[in-house]
């Protein structure tokens, strides 16, 4: 059996090793971190491998690199391990992507009560949906105001229609010559 964790939560990490090599003793474990911490991930006897990603900060699947991301996939894992901070176990989807992106037999949430749930492709693309990150509420708002933008254009277009169509009828009524009133009188 082959596992991949994705190292995002670090209190996480340790009890969730533990309890993977309890349930799978073979298991060969690799870690994907930040560069930043890989020393110390190599240097643990439960991590069979430790692979850095090409940048360090918010992992993503782009901060991987497309060539460790090509060999991980190779390596054809069984199960692939996200990591969460957060009790309900529902972490965040950039860290779930990059496990789908590996393309394992199966994916896992783990959270800090050590406990774990399984996530299928769907979960996955419906919290990328459903996050509420910055790039999402940009997009919400480049849709409202072109949404909003539309509606006044269309509406000073129909009033522009309406104002030809039914253009109210102007009366011209010859009106009495004005008498010019003179002071001098002939």
């Known amino acids: 059996m082959k596992i991949l964790i994705v190292k995002s939560a670090s209190r996480v990490f340790n009890p969730t090793l533990a309890s993977l090599k309890k349930e799978f003793p073979d ?4 870690v994907l971190a930040p560069s930043s911490g890989i020393e110390n991930l190599e240097k643990d006897p439960l991590v069979d491998e430790a692979v850095a990603t090409v940048r360090d900060g918010r ?18 894992f069984d199960l692939a391990v996200s990591l969460y901070n957060i009790d309900h176990g529902q972490g965040y989807s950039n860290i779930d992507r990059i496990a789908l992106a590996v393309r394992p037999r199966a994916i896992r949430g783990y959270n800090s009560a050590g406990k774990f749930s399984v996530l299928t492709p769907s979960d996955i693309y419906k919290k990328c949906a459903l996050e509420k990150t910055a790039a999402f509420w940009i997009v919400v708002n480049h849709a409202a105001t072109v949404f909003l933008f539309t509606l006044i254009a269309l ?3 129909l009033e522009w229609a309406l104002r030809k169509c039914f253009k109210p009828a102007v009366r011209r009524e010859n009106p009495a010559p004005a008498k010019i009133l003179s002071s001098q009188q002939p």
């Open 59 to 76: 992992m993503t699947v782009a901060t991987i690199g497309k060539e460790t991301l090509r060999q991980l996939r190779n390596q054809k």
């Open 155 to 157: 509406g000073i277009c």
């Open 27 to 30: 298991a060969a474990i690799t």
